[in-house]
């Protein structure tokens, strides 16, 4: 939660020099210019910003000092943590190999065409899954690209990347 | 109107159009099948496809998709005691106790019947309250659009679940979002970075499908694998005439109650079968039975979700404000094929509109119908892993995003919102408010500054007129209101505490 309000101070503060940048109401023909709104709304997400991350150390402050006095909670919670960490780094990290693989998937859409890039992708990203039996890749590789193919090329026209 | 809406039948009688409502009604009952596909996400994934169909055809596909799906969630909710959407929460409560009994069948049938009737009661309303809230305003000019969007951006307090900071932040964020690119008053570029991508501002879509479909698939593949459910044998009885007899007082009242709520911006389906629950409860000479399987309990909840649903339509069509992720999705939907929902809508596209609540009220009669073969095929369904639907997803995003304007860079916008959104989920944050922002910021910038124009810089334009100082001072209550439940609500909390120290009981 700390991390959360800290970056969201960063994110506003970072964008404020731009918002100041901007040509105020005196300097443009209609009455409020681009940067009084902008602006605004910076200033806002600062304060709320801020609020949060002392109400959230408040809090916390406030929960340590219960927690202080059970001992033996405390000991519980870590010994659960160091039971998640044996889980495999692939397990813990597979939402972000998820995440690369796509971004892979749309540099390689550019690069080979739409078509080879998906059955890559398709075949790839359902092992990623976690899909075991291999034919079931392929069969899902193959259907999954077709599919997709006919649906938007020949039945919607719609323009593939 | 009554021409207008037979026009709109006329539509739906037309084959393509009614294989279309037919595909839906299908399509969104696997929403409620399928592991890990809410309703705003089948809608999502729907949006591609919808491009390449004229307004009317996409239109009746998606609205008929999300008036499926919103019914769909109550059968697992009866069947596994896990809703399959949020709105079918409180169907458990006396759903599933049935299904432990045995009688499931008995549950599911009672279950359909009144979504379907709560939805076709909510769809009347939507036909007949849209038009004429939308004359109404037609009426309005910049200050009222700007008071109209105020007050649909004070929903934030009820959409951010009781974490309004949060939700406030939400909101500036997507108002801040939507102010990049370039400023449609003075053409001057903002926070553009001197890139032609920025310079023509961060779409709608992409924003929505990475904040709600990018960012639950990166949150299920970090998850174990779902669990597997045994499939039990069920024999749906639809029509029971003694058991509509009885629950017939409760499902009128639940779905008025559920109208109503819907048509109230923000407040949403899930909250109408809540509430129409605790009034059943209230309203029953047997209050006891409620929990241990009671049918007004699955009556009361699925007749109001439904029927808000479909009110949660009238401030989309008639003022262009959306009440919920999903209407927020049309709404996007609507601007991509160049329609902008509100007020005029209703005369310029008057056919459209009619074609869509007519569509909707055969959605529900067809709820009645498909439900019953539905349900068989459904245990087969959910065996599908998600290791196959999952990579399709995404291919379905990407397209989607990428063919609002051929566009690469809108599709790394929308990777980016979904790690952001995934990232904001973790730490309980309500997405939901962010699209709130982007999708109201646009109308309520310009509008206030349009409205200073009209006034030469006078403030006063925006109370001296009644409509737009009506709206702003509801606005004005609900943030106050927002402001004070939870410390009204703490002090409670303190002094049962209190109350409870004194006679010694544990808190």
Redesign the interface.
Known sequence: MRVFSVLTIIFALFFLPFALELESSSEVSTIIGPRTWPLYILIFILVLAVYHLIKTELEKKRDQSAEDSNVDEYGESDHKQLGEEEKGWFENYRHFILLATIVIYCILINLLGFLPATFIFIAVCSIVLGLKNKLYVLITTVVGSFMIFMLFDYVLNIPLP | MWENLSNGLMTIIEPTHFIILMAAVIIGFLGGALPGLSGVMLVVILL??T???DATSAFMLLTAIYGATVFSGLITAILYRAPGTPEAVTTVFDGYPMTQKGEAGKALGIGISSSAIGGMIGTIFLILLTPTLANFALRFSAPEYFALAILGLTVVASLSRGKL??G??GV??G??IS?IGT?P??G?H??SFNSANFSSGIELVPVIIGLFA?SE???R??K??NMEQKVTKVKTKIFDSNLMKKITGTLARSSLLGSIIGILPGIGASTASMLSYSEAVRWSKTPEKFGTGAPEGIAAPESANNAAAMGALVPLFALGIPGSGTTAVILGAFIMHGLQPGPSLMTTESDLVYAVFAGLLIVNLMILIFSKPFIFLFSKLLNV????I???I???C??GT??IR?S?FD??VM?FF??LG?L?EK?G?PLVTIILGVVLGPIA?SE??RA??MS??DFSIFYARPISAILLTFAGIFIIFAFIKPIMQRHKKRGKLEYQEKIGGKP
């Open positions: 591609p496809v491009y390449g169909m900071t949060l406030l932040i500036l964020f108002l801040f102010s400023d008053l003075t001057a903002r926070f990018i698939i990166l949150n593949s970090s174990k694998e892993p998600y290791s196959v999952g990579p399709l995404i291919i379905f990407i397209i990428f063919a051929n690469m599709v790394y990777l979904g790690l995934y904001l730490v944050f910038e206030f500054r200073l124009e030469n810089g």
